[in-house]
């Protein structure tokens, strides 16, 4: 544990998901492998080209995802919508008509979203959440769309955020845009400094949760590239060693 600036009252606490409570890498590894055999079985495709079997991988959707945002750049906060859009155009330029499309990217989607939560919280992160939880209010904010209930997390966390388009069509960006931590702090009643952010990324939750006036703690021990460029209150190589920082 290393401390770069002097950490002050903590009222509650947040907490990023992918590679904070949990490795993300594995997760979604074994779920491109499952999208393209499930790509590669879709009767919905045979006879419509010779070789979208070879090229229904990650790098075939990625040209389709960056049509979607340069044409809607506001998908590019919302994981969800952006994925159904890159469906939809990957499978209009495979041959399918424009309902046809629809129908298969909704279907793809829904089974992405099966398993985007189909794993298991290491232990030490449910008894770390269940520890805090006793003396701290917590939220989660997120990027991505993993769900905590699927998870058995969500009991933990008094509020939960994901970016992208909410039920009442406001948009919340993603980290490092201040809107989440905005509206936890709004939300949870406390001044923004008093808000410990705890993640990975030293782009989207140090260098975000600082400019939205919290304070940080940078979880360094997974290595997906996500440098620091700002430095945090606190570093940790283990998410558990906030019990140590919090609960001593």
Not at 157 to 182: R, V
């Amino acid at each position: 544990m290393k401390f770069y600036r002097r950490l002050t009252e903590i009222k509650a606490i947040s907490f990023d998901l992918d590679d904070t409570l949990y490795s993300n890498k594995p997760v979604m590894l074994a779920i491109e492998a499952k999208m393209i055999a499930y790509f590669s079985a879709l009767s919905a495709l045979k006879n419509k080209t010779t070789d979208h079997q070879k090229r229904l991988d990650i790098r075939f959707w990625a040209h389709f995802r960056r049509q979607a945002i340069k044409h809607q750049p506001e998908l590019s906060h919302d994981v969800v919508k952006v994925r159904l859009v890159t469906y939809r155009l990957g499978f209009i330029s495979l041959g399918l008509t424009a309902a046809e499309a629809e129908q298969q990217a909704q279907m793809a989607l829904a089974y992405f979203i099966q398993l985007r939560s189909d794993f298991t919280v290491p232990e030490q992160s449910i008894n770390l959440l269940k520890n805090l939880s006793s003396k701290y209010p917590l939220v989660a904010i997120s990027n991505g769309n993993v769900d905590t209930k699927a998870l058995d997390i969500a009991q933990y966390f008094q509020h939960i955020y994901h970016a992208g388009w909410q039920g009442n069509d406001t948009l919340l960006k993603q980290k490092p845009e201040s809107d989440m931590f905005t509206l936890a702090c709004q939300q949870l009643g406390i001044e923004s400094s008093q808000l410990l952010h705890v993640g990975d990324c030293g782009r989207a939750d140090i260098q975000g949760a600082l400019i939205a006036g919290c304070q940080t703690v940078w979880l360094s021990c997974y290595d997906v590239g996500k440098p620091i460029t700002v430095l945090p209150h606190c570093e940790i190589t283990k998410v558990n060693q906030l019990a140590a920082l919090l609960l001593g």
